[in-house]
Nanobody, 124 residues
């Protein structure tokens, strides 16, 4: 089981940039795809983006394509979410997760070992 801890969330303003980190401990996650999801107040948790185990490929939801970048440092068991040009609609709790099940890379059911989340608030 991989334990994940997200950090970096805070209050920012529209147009700002922010980088979230997700550090894994315990069993290494270097052999697994990782993803970021987010949950806005009163809404379902949604897929944001994912990265393959080697970091070679990334996938993003349309709403963040071109603004967000996922990267990973397997040597340090860390995955990053670089967020640029932030908008109020990006306000959410952001979670990272490890892909442990077969299935779509964008589906929550494919992921396990969720972190506790980190709050990002974008003010207008």
């Amino acid at each position: 089981q991989v334990q994940l801890v997200e950090s970096g969330g805070r209050l920012v303003h529209t147009g700002d940039s922010l980088t979230l980190s997700c550090v894994g401990s315990g069993r290494t996650f270097s052999g697994r795809a990782m993803a970021w999801f987010r949950q806005a107040p009163g809404k379902e948790r949604d897929f944001v983006g994912s990265v393959t185990s080697d970091g070679g490929m990334t996938y993003y939801v349309d709403a963040v394509q071109g603004r967000f970048t996922i990267s990973r440092d397997n040597a340090n068991n860390t995955v990053y979410l670089q967020m640029n040009s932030l908008k109020p609609e990006d306000t959410a709790v952001y979670y990272c997760a490890t892909k442990v099940y077969s299935g779509p890379y964008y589906s929550q059911t494919s992921f396990g070992s969720w972190g506790q989340g980190t709050q990002v608030t974008v003010s207008s």
